[in-house]
């Protein structure tokens, strides 16, 4: 099992019938030059021989093959089967996969940011800022989940305020729009923050390293950021009627401490005429670093059955 990002690749081996990952490995994508080369290097190092493989990527996936929206890498199923033998590989939508994980994780792996618990049978629904933004949705049907991918990462994104309306100005002068990624994502947090401050260009990990040296310019950015964040989360609750949002990727992990968690419900739950159904929407956050690989096991499973 693989999950692909554009950054990372994580890898793990699972058994028939099992979701639990072993032998999991993360590898920087900058260290290879193409998927495959990832993958023959996992596999050397775990001297594993998989009869089949199931890949989270991050990226549109049609006709089994897909090319990384923040890199430029192809993972297609027939070229994999031929060269390492596999019986049957899927490609799969990386934020499908983190959606059919979460009826999977263990309540230790999930985190509240305020708002009610979830309810068990709802629709689900999976946000993730991490190297882009990802969106999907979980729905019970028939007794089965089925997930449901979207690109909905790349919405056109809304200001709120003079502030988000300089900035978001700013970013629309460089790119032309304004998508939900432009700005929730990590490199959205550092273009956000350029927008706001001006400067020069530093990363998301500087932003987060001034605001907990207390920078009021990085507390500023990562206090607009998160609102943003809650108000789209928001949007996409409204889009799929779920009855709770999952925040997954790598973003929202390291920006936790800084959650106002008053602040952040408010802002997602602002939505005139259904503020009360939005109170009654939970908001966790994911933690479980192989949730991914935990839903690739469980969609593979769902479809060799």
């Known amino acids: 099992m693989g999950d692909i990002g554009g950054t990372n690749s994580r890898f793990g081996l699972i058994c028939a019938g099992e979701l639990r990952p072993r032998s999991v490995e993360t590898a920087p994508d900058e260290a290879y030059p193409a ?7 996992y596999l050397h190092k775990t001297s594993e021989k998989p009869r089949r493989a199931a890949f989270a ?4 996936v049609r006709n089994g093959a897909a090319h990384l929206t923040n890199r430029d890498w192809t993972i297609d199923a027939a070229a994999l089967s031929r060269r390492f033998g596999f019986a049957a590989v899927k490609v799969i939508n990386d934020f499908v996969a983190q959606a059919a994980s979460l009826p999977h994780l263990a309540p230790d792996e999930l985190r509240r940011i305020g708002g009610p618990e979830p309810r068990p049978e709802a629709v689900k629904a999976a946000v993730g800022p991490g190297t882009g933004l990802g969106v999907a949705a979980l729905l019970r049907v028939g007794g089965t989940w089925l997930p449901v991918a979207s690109e909905g990462g790349h919405v056109e994104l809304a200001a709120v305020g003079e502030r988000e309306d300089a900035a978001f100005a700013a970013i629309r002068r460089e790119h032309g729009r304004v998508s939900a990624e432009h700005v929730l994502s990590g490199p959205g947090l550092a273009r956000l923050h350029r927008a706001l401050h001006g400067g020069a260009a530093i990363s998301a990990a500087a932003v987060s390293e001034g605001a907990a040296r207390n920078d009021p310019a990085a507390l500023e950015t990562i206090e607009i950021f998160l609102r ?20 997954c990727g790598g973003v929202l992990p390291k920006l936790i401490g800084f959650v106002d ?3 952040f419900r408010s802002s997602f739950e602002a939505k005139g005429p259904h503020r009360g159904m939005m109170r009654e929407t939970a908001t966790l956050l994911v933690t479980s670093p192989v949730a991914g690989l935990v839903g690739c096991a469980a969609l593979a499973e769902a479809r060799g059955r």
């Open 57 to 60: 990527v991050a990226g549109p």
């Open 35 to 41: 998927f495959e080369d990832a993958v023959a290097a």
């Open 261 to 263: 968690t008053g602040a």
């Open 228 to 247: 943003i964040l809650a108000r789209f989360a928001g949007d996409v609750a409204l889009t799929f009627g779920a009855g709770g949002v999952y925040f």
